[in-house]
């Protein structure tokens, strides 16, 4: 019996301007969006009609244990905006009971009475996109906001989670920023650990086309920690957060027991989820679909998508994705790492054909196996804690190698 998603992510595309190293689907919006009457709420307004319109036009809707709101920056709406969404959910997908509901907010575009707001609206985990406490690495990345900003938020995260009015909350930070260097960064952890949050994601600084950091550097203008700083980062916030009780379950995050993000685990293992709004990709049975990035476009979309019921046109529910590149490459980044056999076997592929694909793939491994980088427990794979973590895109860039021969 086909497997509905129970997991939905809602695009917000807002954000008051876009910070230097972002290439995401927003719409910068300025500072014209303070009040509810503004050009900006204008905006918010006609695109929250479309995405609504979006979320109900799937014709099987089924409920759903976790939602994110993602963006973009979806502290910009108001918390009845928020609460509207939720309701729109819970009448018409139902929501169910302990579902985690998270929710990105920015440090500069929220207070105390609207964090109450979101709460009391139903969203029970938030992710705050901190990036730095330090004021010149912010300015540096364009973020809007200051470390005091940043100080206030993690004060009332941390509030309302010890009184029990969340079940969840998580500190984003960007490692490998522009006058970053080892000092900066143990500075910016040694921050992060005074408000103990239950969840750390640390991203590194990726350079992105079309970007402000990518112009700058072509122009020789951007100097970036080199190779052996941020090795030293990585290793400095592994042992700092080991040490605080935190476990690495993934790459780029870092969670106390019972703290792990269920809806970001959906993506990394493969299951299905709904996603809604410009730009986002959702991939409810396996097959992906990426939604226009340009809003009248998105716009257009919606309406010829009502029209024709979304489940039954943009996704082929036969078609199963079977990239399994793509399975292998996601499932390594989780701490449990993947069972190859069983992936392999999923792949209908015969039995001739498995046997050599799984034989390749552990001739190109072995390097890794004796180095340590990797670890083989029964036919289960995973990256080793710390080295094979930072080091995980040689090992998968050899899974690449041996996908284009096998497939
Ligand atoms: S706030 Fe986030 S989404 Fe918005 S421009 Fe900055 S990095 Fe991009």
Redesign the pocket.
């Known amino acids: 019996m086909k497997k509905f998603p129970r997991s939905a992510y809602i695009h917000i595309p807002f954000?008051?301007?876009?910070?230097f190293?972002?290439d995401?689907a927003?719409i910068?919006l300025g500072n014209n969006i303070e009040s509810l009457n503004g050009y900006g709420s204008t905006t918010i307004k006609e695109y929250l009609t479309f995405l609504k319109k979006e979320i109900l036009s799937i014709k099987h809707k089924s409920p759903l244990s976790t939602i994110y709101i993602g963006?973009?920056?979806p502290s910009i709406l108001d918390p009845l905006q928020i609460k509207d969404l939720i309701n729109l959910f819970k009448e018409n997908y139902r929501i169910d009971y302990g579902a985690e509901i998270t929710m990105e907010v920015?440090p500069a575009s929220f207070n105390e009475d609207d964090l109450h707001g979101f709460i009391k609206a139903g969203i029970n985990r938030f992710s705050l996109?901190a990036?730095s406490f330090n004021n010149k690495i912010l300015k540096q990345a364009?973020?809007?906001h200051c470390s005091k900003d940043v100080e206030k938020s993690c004060y009332w995260l941390k509030r309302v989670y010890d009184n029990g009015l969340i079940k969840s909350w998580s500190l984003d930070l960007i490692q490998n920023l522009p006058m970053s260097s080892f000092k900066e960064w143990q500075e910016d952890l040694k921050n992060s650990l005074k408000f103990y949050p239950p969840h750390i994601s640390i991203y590194d600084l990726n350079i992105e086309p079309g970007t402000v950091f990518q112009k700058l550097i072509d122009l020789g203008k951007l100097s970036l920690p080199n190779d052996d700083d941020s090795f030293k980062n990585s290793e400095q916030t592994n042992l700092l957060l080991r040490a605080s009780g935190y476990s690495r379950y993934e790459i780029s995050n870092y969670s106390l027991p019972g703290h792990q993000s269920r809806h970001n685990r959906v993506y990394w293992t493969g299951q299905g989820w709904w996603s809604f709004g410009q730009g986002s990709t959702s991939s409810p049975w396996g097959e992906k679909f990426t939604r226009p990035r340009i809003s009248k476009e998105y716009k257009n979309w919606v309406i010829k998508q009502c029209e024709i019921k979304l489940d039954s046109s943009l996704v082929n529910q036969e078609n199963i994705y079977k990239e399994l590149d793509e399975k292998i490459m996601l499932g390594m980044r989780l701490r449990e790492g993947v069972n190859i056999h069983k992936l392999i076997n999923e792949q209908n592929w015969n039995k001739k054909k498995s046997e050599i694909a799984l034989i390749k793939l552990l001739k190109e491994w072995e390097r890794f196996l004796e180095s340590g980088l990797l670890i083989k427990r029964g036919n289960r794979f995973s990256l080793s804690d710390h080295r094979g973590m930072e080091l995980s895109n040689q090992i998968l860039i050899s899974m690449f190698k041996w996908w284009e021969k096998v497939n």
Request: proline share 5%; aromatic share 10%.
């Open positions: 954000c008051h301007r876009r910070c190293y972002c995401f927003v910068p963006g973009g920056t920015d996109g990036q364009g973020r809007r």
